[in-house]
């Protein structure tokens, strides 16, 4: 994943919901480098892993730091945990989070496991969007 792609994401996030972005960003390095505004949060940190996102989602919440959109950046630091992934679709839904995972693009071995994983929530889940 590029910078582009972090752009693109912001963009088209806040286009669907008017002039609020209103986003909290959970991932690793990639969203390091976005700064938190006032309109969106962003939870980064360098090597994070997809084991780790539940229990950032459930910190943030705690934190009151979720907002309206959250989107998910993770996979570029290892594999994809299908279970994991469930459990923190199913949090933010109950929610009423609107769920945003971003696609990986890392010469590793786990790039197409992940992808194809992510994709494959998209279509069983219709509230789950991924931004390629």
């Not at 949060?41 to 780790?52: H, L, T, W």
Request: aromatic content about 14%.
């Amino acid at each position: 994943m590029d910078f582009k792609k972090i752009f693109f994401l912001f963009f088209v996030v806040s286009i669907s919901y008017s002039n609020e972005i209103n986003t909290t960003v959970i991932g690793d390095s990639i969203s390091v480098m976005c700064l938190d505004d006032s309109k969106y949060i962003v939870d980064g940190k360098v090597g994070r892993k997809f084991s780790e996102v539940y229990e950032v989602v459930r910190r943030l919440d705690k934190e009151n730091k979720l907002k309206e959109n959250v989107v998910i950046e993770l996979g570029t630091n290892g594999g994809f945990n299908y279970n994991i992934a469930i459990k923190t679709i199913n949090y933010l839904k109950s929610k009423n989070k609107k769920i945003y995972f971003v696609n990986v693009k890392v010469p590793r071995k786990w790039e197409q496991e992940v992808n194809n994983s992510l994709f494959n929530i998209e279509k069983k889940y219709p509230y789950v969007k991924v931004i390629d």
